[in-house]
């Protein structure tokens, strides 16, 4: 029988960017608050009031002293970017895997394939997203000077130029495409280990996915860090050409900063880190047979073969 994780290929490029685009404004959605402790603990000179020892503490510290909503600020400019950002990567995504498929293995599953698919996709993502990320970033730290998502753009543009929401591009891209790579490559060998035979199995979906998720996050978060003090002027300093290019002068950059906070922010990267974790994937996968069973209600009852009953038992599993 076929995968049970592929998608009938007649599904339109269109009915993947939509749930491509609805997987990613949930994924970043539920792990917002989670993002934000994330962005407050890599800050290389936190605010005495701004320094945590874990992601409850975190928290709960925030919500008591700066209001319930407050691990939510820059939620909507993420959304905003998460949308088309995701819809792009998954159309990008699958064009290419299955074009470059047909080359190396006539049609058949490539692990090369999905790796370079992911990796050309992760391009166009972050072309879209880094302009959210500086805006939610900034708003996420601790007194925050910005009143609001438009008073953010048009301070940062006033005061830095257009080119800052760009800044960290190149960092974010040597950042996610080594996680695509790790992340691909350590869940395809977690599933060969513990489910050979691609069976539905709900257990190996989730170990092979926490554990590449983790070695991909634990290879990255460094880059992580950089990425996010480049995308602030008070992290810069008198520093400020070093970290806005942190790759160039790293030796330097280890002298003048904190080594030991250079993994801050790692366990609070796992659970929503890159763009294909193994979640995010069965989000879009159950979306495109969702939004293929709506498409077609006024069809026939056959979908290439497939009934619908037949997708939607797959949407229950």
């Known amino acids: 029988g076929a995968d049970y994780e592929s998608l009938p290929p007649h599904v339109p490029v269109m009915t993947h960017m939509t749930a ?11 792990m917002y608050p989670v993002d934000s402790v994330k962005t407050r603990m890599q800050s290389l000179q936190p605010d005495p009031n701004a320094q ?7 928290l709960k510290r925030i919500i008591q002293t700066e209001g319930i909503f407050r691990p939510l600020r820059g939620l909507n400019v993420t959304m905003l970017g998460a949308g088309p950002a ?7 995504y699958e ?41 939610k970033q900034r708003m996420q730290m601790y007194n925050s000077p910005y009143r609001g998502l438009w008073d953010c753009i048009q301070t940062v543009t006033r005061a830095e ?7 960290s591009y190149s960092t974010q891209l040597t950042m996610n495409i080594p ?3 790790v992340h691909f490559i ?26 590449a998720g983790a070695v991909s996050a634990a290879v990255t978060t460094p880059l992580d860090v950089c990425k996010t003090h480049a995308e602030h002027p008070g992290e810069r300093g008198a520093h400020l050409r070093e970290h806005q290019r942190p790759l160039d002068r790293n030796g330097e950059r280890l002298q003048n900063s904190v080594p030991t906070r250079w993994p801050g922010g790692f366990l609070q990267r796992r659970p929503g880190s890159g763009h294909l974790p193994d979640a995010l994937h069965r989000h879009r996968l159950v979306s495109v047979r969702v939004l293929q069973v709506l498409s077609d209600q006024a069809a026939e009852p056959e979908l290439g073969g497939t009934t ?4 939607m038992g797959g949407v229950a599993e």
């Open 20 to 30: 491509g685009a609805v997987a990613g404004i949930l994924e970043h959605t539920v």
């Open 52 to 58: 945590y020892r874990g992601v409850y503490e975190a």
């Open 86 to 92: 995701h819809a792009l990567y998954f159309a990008c």
């Open 95 to 135: 064009r290419v895997k299955y074009s470059l498929s047909d080359i190396i293995q006539n049609g058949g599953n490539s692990h090369v394939a999905n790796g370079v698919a992911g990796s050309l996709a992760t391009v166009l993502h972050d072309a879209v997203m880094n302009p959210a990320e500086v805006i």
């Open 161 to 167: 130029g257009v080119g800052t929401f760009y800044r």
């Open 179 to 181: 996680f695509q790579a």
């Open 186 to 211: 350590t869940y395809e060998l977690m599933q060969e280990q513990l489910n050979p035979h691609r069976h539905y199995h709900p257990g190996s979906h989730i170990i092979s996915g926490a554990a």
């Open 308 to 311: 619908r009953a037949e997708v």
